[in-house]
């Protein structure tokens, strides 16, 4: 029922700064839904980045892109976003936007994007 496109494929010198861009289509409240990112590097398996309530008022990073990286939404616009700031190497990979209809504190992923690639060079 929800539809998620991420934008924002670049590759990126090391200390630079990216956005990523994730619109939902479909829900009729894109304000209910919890929506996150994902990041999964060539190789390796898919692990959690960050998420935000659908509200806007609740955020959560894992520790490897805190302070570092920081999500918000526009609901008027369907769109949430990841603004990526001192990248390094390691962040190199797809990033995937998930949408939950649980709340943040105990979420399940059931919609997500194809992804975007996200190339941090040295």
């Known amino acids: 029922q929800v539809h998620l496109v991420e934008s924002g494929a670049e590759s990126v010198q090391a200390g630079g700064s990216l956005r990523l861009s994730c619109l939902a289509s479909g829900p009729t409240s894109f304000d209910a839904y919890t929506m996150a990112w994902f990041r999964q590097p060539v190789g390796k398996e898919r692990k959690y980045v960050a998420a935000?309530?659908?509200?806007?008022?609740?955020?959560d990073y894992s520790h490897s892109v805190m302070n570092r990286f920081y999500i918000t939404r526009d609901n008027a616009q369907n769109t949430v976003y990841l603004n990526m700031y001192r990248l390094s190497p390691e962040d190199t990979g797809d990033y995937f936007c998930?949408?939950?209809?649980?709340?943040?504190?105990?979420?399940?992923?059931?919609?997500w994007g194809s992804g975007t690639r996200i190339t941090v060079f040295s």
């Open positions: 935000i309530s659908g509200d806007g008022r609740n955020t």
């Open positions: 998930a949408a939950s209809a649980l709340p943040i504190t105990t979420p399940q992923w059931d919609y």
